[in-house]
C-alpha cells in the first residue's frame, strides 16, 4: 500500500510490539505479508444491508517483531439518498448528515482505497472481521483487490490468545490490555489505530503459548474468507462500467 493521508493525528500513539513478546514468527510468509487493519462505521437502515459512511485503514508489516506502519487512509462516504442518518446513528458515531452530504460517494472512496492495493500480499485485519468482509463484498464492483483479500479476526484470534476473558469485545481487551480508549471512539480511524495495537499484543501472547508460529497457523485460527461474488456479478459489473463511461 502506497503512502496515505490522514485528516486525524495519531500522536503519542505506541505501536510497536509488546515488551517481552518473546518468539516471533519463523516462516518467510509472515515478514512479507503487509496487514491493512481496517474498519467501517455504517448506517443501518430497516429491512437491507448495512451502508458504510466512514472507513479508515492503517497498513503495517512486522520487522523482526516491531510493526512497521506503512500507509493510513480515512474518508467519510457519501450514503445513498433513500438511506439517513438518524439520531440514533448521530448518538453512535459522533456522523452527521451535514458531515456526509455533499462528500464523495461509496464509489469513489472505495475505488480510492482498492488503488492503494499495489504491492501484495495483504491480509485485512479487523474486530469481528465477518462484518469488514459483509460490506466490502457489498461494495465489491468498486473494490475488486479488497473484496478478494483474506481477513484476520480479531477477535477469533483473541479467543484463542486469552480463553479466560469471558468477554472478547473491542473495549474488553481494551480494558483487560490496559490500551486507553479514545475519545472518539466509535469513529473509523480510532478503532483501527486501538486494533493495531490489539494485534499486536493477540500475536505476541499467541506466539508465547505457542499457539502460532506461521502466517498460516494466524489464517487457521483467525481467518475469515471474503463471501464468494453471486453468479452473474461480474457480468453485471462490467456492464455497469460500459454505461459509466
Not at 457519501?78 to 438511506?83: I, K, L, Q
Not at 491480509?123 to 483479500?149: D, F, K, M, S, Y
Not at 477469533?156 to 469485545?169: D, N, V
Not at 495495537?197 to 494466524?218: D, E, I, K
Amino acid at each position: 500500500m502506497g503512502p496515505m493521508t490522514t485528516e486525524r493525528s495519531s500522536a503519542g500513539l505506541s505501536v510497536s510490539a509488546p515488551e517481552g513478546s518473546g518468539p516471533w514468527f519463523s516462516d518467510r510468509a509472515f515478514p512479507q505479508t503487509t496487514f491493512v487493519v481496517i474498519d467501517f462505521e455504517t448506517l443501518t437502515p430497516a429491512g437491507r444491508p448495512a451502508e458504510p459512511i466512514e472507513v479508515a485503514a492503517v497498513a503495517g508489516r512486522f520487522e523482526e517483531g516491531g510493526w512497521q506502519e506503512s500507509g493510513r487512509f480515512e474518508s467519510l462516504m457519501r450514503p445513498p439518498a433513500d438511506v439517513p442518518v438518524t439520531s440514533l446513528d448521530t448518538a453512535q458515531t459522533g456522523i452527521t448528515s451535514q458531515m456526509l452530504s455533499g462528500g464523495p460517494s461509496q464509489a469513489q472512496i472505495m475505488q480510492e482505497l482498492d488503488a492503494r492495493l499495489t504491492h501484495p500480499p495483504y491480509r485485512l485485519v479487523a474486530h469481528h472481521a465477518a462484518t469488514e468482509a459483509g460490506l466490502i463484498a457489498g461494495q465489491r464492483r468498486h473494490c475488486p483487490t479488497l473484496a478478494r483479500t483474506p481477513l484476520l479476526c480479531t477477535v477469533k484470534l483473541a479467543r484463542t490468545a486469552f480463553p479466560e476473558l469471558s468477554s472478547h469485545r473491542l473495549d474488553a481487551l481494551l480494558k483487560y490490555l490496559r490500551i486507553p480508549v479514545p475519545a472518539d471512539r466509535h469513529r473509523a480511524m480510532p478503532d483501527v489505530e486501538v486494533t493495531v495495537q490489539v494485534f499486536q499484543h493477540v500475536l505476541a501472547a499467541g506466539l508465547a503459548q505457542r499457539r502460532w508460529s506461521t502466517l498460516a497457523h494466524l489464517d487457521v485460527a483467525g481467518g475469515v474468507h471474503p463471501p464468494s461474488p453471486p453468479a452473474g456479478a461480474d457480468d453485471e459489473a462490467t456492464q455497469e462500467q460500459l454505461f459509466e463511461l
